[in-house]
C-alpha cells in the first residue's frame, strides 16, 4: 500500500476538549533511530496520554504502526491499528517475540522511511508477549499482518530500521533520495 508522504511538526489538535499532540516522525537517517529502547516501568496517566499522542500521530501520517522511538522517545512503547476504519487499536509496552515459525517476505514501508518499499523477510507466524496499558502481561500466538507489522516495530526498539535488511547500495539510494526530498520541502 502507498502511503502519501506526509511531514509532521509539533502542533496540537484540539478534538473532543480533548488536547493531542501530532508529534514529529523521525526520519532516516537520523542517528536517534538507532537508539536502543528502555523498558516502560511506569505506567500512568502520562504513559496513556503519549499513547493516545502517538495513535493520531500514525492516524495523521498515515501509517499502521509506530514505535516510541520514531518520535525520540526511546522507551518499549508501540502502536498499531491494521483496520481501514481506525477501530483496531492495539498496544504493545515491553513486547518479547517468544518463538518464530515460517517466513515470509513482503512489501514494507515505513513512516521514518516515507516514500520508500521493499521486500523484507520475516517470520510469518510468532508468539509474542507484552504488557498493555494497565501494565497487564498478554501473550498470543500473532500471523500473518499482525505479526510483520510487529516484528517491524520491534526492530525501531532495537534502533534497526527495515532499510537494514537491503544492501548497502539501496541505502546509499534511498539516503540520497530522502536528503533530496528534505531539501525541497525546505526551500
Same mark, same amino acid.
Given at each position: 500500500?502507498?502511503? !502519501? +508522504?506526509?511531514? $509532521?511538526? #509539533?502542533?496540537?489538535?484540539?478534538?473532543?476538549?480533548?488536547?493531542?499532540?501530532? $508529534?514529529?516522525?523521525?526520519?532516516?537517517?537520523?542517528?536517534? $533511530?538507532?537508539?536502543?529502547?528502555?523498558?516502560?516501568?511506569?505506567?500512568?496517566?502520562?504513559?496513556?496520554?503519549? @499513547?493516545?499522542?502517538?495513535?493520531?500521530?500514525?492516524?495523521?501520517?498515515?501509517?499502521?504502526?509506530?514505535?516510541?522511538?520514531? @518520535?525520540?522517545? =526511546?522507551?518499549?512503547?508501540?502502536?498499531?491499528?491494521?483496520?481501514? +476504519?481506525?477501530?483496531?487499536?492495539?498496544?504493545? @509496552?515491553?513486547?518479547?517475540? $517468544?518463538?518464530?515459525?515460517?517466513?515470509?517476505?513482503?512489501?514494507?514501508? *515505513?513512516?521514518?522511511? !516515507?516514500?520508500?518499499? #521493499?521486500?523484507?523477510?520475516?517470520?510469518?507466524?510468532?508468539?509474542?508477549?507484552?504488557?498493555?496499558? #494497565?501494565?497487564?502481561?498478554?501473550?498470543? !500466538?500473532?500471523?500473518?499482518?499482525?505479526?510483520? *507489522?510487529?516484528?517491524?516495530?520491534? +526492530? =525501531?526498539? #532495537?534502533?534497526?530500521?527495515?532499510?537494514?535488511?537491503?544492501?548497502?547500495?539501496?541505502?546509499?539510494? @534511498?539516503? %540520497? %533520495?530522502? +536528503?533530496?526530498?528534505?531539501?525541497?520541502?525546505?526551500?
Amino acid at each position: 500500500m502507498n502511503w !502519501p +508522504d506526509i511531514r $509532521l511538526s #509539533d502542533h496540537y489538535l484540539i478534538r473532543d476538549e480533548t488536547r493531542m499532540a501530532l $508529534l514529529t516522525i523521525l526520519e532516516y537517517p537520523d542517528p536517534r $533511530l538507532r537508539t536502543k529502547a528502555r523498558p516502560v516501568t511506569v505506567f500512568d496517566a502520562a504513559l496513556r496520554q503519549r @499513547i493516545e499522542d502517538m495513535f493520531e500521530t500514525m492516524y495523521a501520517a498515515p501509517g499502521i504502526g509506530l514505535a516510541a522511538s520514531q @518520535i525520540d522517545w =526511546h522507551h518499549q512503547l508501540i502502536v498499531m491499528d491494521l483496520t481501514e +476504519d481506525k477501530t483496531g487499536r492495539q498496544v504493545f @509496552i515491553n513486547p518479547e517475540i $517468544l518463538t518464530k515459525e515460517g517466513s515470509a517476505s513482503g512489501e514494507e514501508g *515505513c513512516l521514518s522511511v !516515507p516514500g520508500i518499499y #521493499d521486500d523484507v523477510p520475516r517470520a510469518e507466524r510468532i508468539s509474542a508477549r507484552w504488557q498493555d496499558a #494497565d501494565g497487564q502481561w498478554q501473550q498470543q !500466538p500473532l500471523d500473518g499482518l499482525l505479526a510483520v *507489522c510487529l516484528q517491524h516495530e520491534m +526492530d =525501531h526498539l #532495537d534502533g534497526k530500521l527495515f532499510v537494514d535488511y537491503l544492501s548497502e547500495l539501496k541505502r546509499q539510494r @534511498i539516503r %540520497k %533520495k530522502l +536528503d533530496k526530498e528534505r531539501r525541497s520541502r525546505t526551500a
